[in-house]
């Protein structure tokens, strides 16, 4: 004879189980949630906050300053820049990594400037980052570029010019070495000076003004400050044209306020005569499509920015 109590007894016990079963099951599936939600909250205002700390590094009388973000846990900084619209903008996104979940989650809202030029990798990785900024003139200073990148990864400078050795010493980045060869650096990344080699990550020709990168060749053109160089280091080729056609749509529309300052100082009786060189630097920086077209504006803007050195009434 069968067993009823006995049947009665197991299939309670089954039924408790799988219900037992599914309330863990949707427990940690709403913790996990939870934990994602709260995650991406927080990553979204590290990005805010990051846009507030790299405010006071913009440069002001110095010419460089230097910073150093630290995150509680390994975290990834996403780069995004965009062309379009007056002065284009850029978006900064976090995504920290936890222990609960995936490793590193969808990153948070998206911060947007439209008055700030970060050079970097589109992903920096990294707890602690160093950041650092650079005034950009073309003749006039046109914005502050601040670069970003991973602290804890050697970046080795191979035979720099005078100048940029001494700038690098002086900011005192004990992540970046100044070596003389290749044979000095032995890990991280590696950035040649006019020494072409299958092992070098970036080769920079200080004769054309350019560096290549995966085969990708970006124009610093003749830099008055070196910003821009600093940018194609320090940065993708996708991320660096990106920021140097919003580059040249600010200097341009500066351009068009500096040309109708003249022109009011010229009916108060202080001609400049730089009317014709900024309609041109107006006209050709807002004409850019690629860092190479930079090279065509060199010589006007060097013009200008001698011009304006001589000239009682400055205009910038």
Same mark, same amino acid.
């Given at each position: 004879m069968i067993n009823k109590k006995g049947f009665e007894f197991s299939f309670a016990w089954l039924f408790a189980i799988i219900v037992g079963a599914a309330i863990i099951f949707f427990a940690i599936y709403a913790t996990t949630n939870l934990?994602?939600?709260?995650?991406?909250?927080?990553?979204s205002e590290s990005a805010k906050q990051i846009g507030i700390l790299l405010s006071p590094i913009e440069t002001s009388?110095?010419?460089?300053k230097t910073a150093e973000i630290t995150f509680p846990t390994e975290t990834r900084l996403l780069n995004d820049c965009y062309e379009k619209g007056?002065?284009?903008?850029?978006?900064?996104?976090?995504?920290?990594?936890?222990?609960?979940?995936? #490793?590193?989650?969808?990153?948070? #809202?998206?911060?947007?400037?439209?008055n700030k030029y970060i050079f970097s990798e589109e992903i920096v990785q990294a707890k602690r980052m160093k950041v650092f900024a650079r005034p950009f003139s073309f003749p006039f200073k046109v914005a502050d570029?601040?670069?970003?990148?991973n602290a804890d990864r050697t970046i080795c400078f191979i035979n720099p010019p005078g100048e940029i050795e001494e700038e690098m010493t002086d900011l005192n980045l004990e992540n970046i070495k100044i070596?003389?060869?290749?044979? #000095?650096?032995?890990?991280?990344?590696?950035?040649?000076?006019?020494?072409?080699?299958?092992?070098?990550?970036a080769e920079v020709s200080t004769l054309s003004n350019s560096v290549k990168i995966d085969n990708k060749i970006m124009y610093y053109g003749d830099d008055f400050d070196n910003a821009l160089l600093y940018g194609t280091i320090f940065s993708t080729p996708e991320i660096y044209e990106c920021q140097l056609k919003r580059l040249m749509k600010r200097t341009s529309e500066l351009s068009l306020l500096y040309l109708e300052k003249t022109e009011y100082l010229t009916a108060k009786g202080?001609?400049?005569?730089? #009317?014709?060189?900024?309609?041109?630097? =107006?006209?050709?920086? =807002? =004409?850019?499509?690629?860092?190479?077209?930079?090279?065509?504006?060199e010589t006007t803007a060097d013009e200008l920015g001698r011009r304006n050195a001589q000239l009682i009434c400055r205009l910038f």
């Open positions: 934990i994602s939600t709260e995650r991406r909250v927080g990553d009388l110095e010419d460089v007056n002065f284009g903008r850029q978006n900064i996104q976090v995504s920290s990594k936890l222990g609960v979940g995936k #490793e590193f989650d969808f990153p948070g #809202e998206p911060s947007t400037f439209y570029l601040t670069f970003i990148f070596v003389d060869s290749l044979d #000095e650096c032995d890990e991280g990344r590696k950035i040649c000076f006019d020494l072409v080699n299958r092992n070098c990550d202080c001609s400049s005569n730089l #009317e014709s060189g900024l309609r041109t630097l =107006a006209d050709g920086s =807002a =004409a850019i499509n690629s860092s190479f077209g930079i090279r065509n504006l």
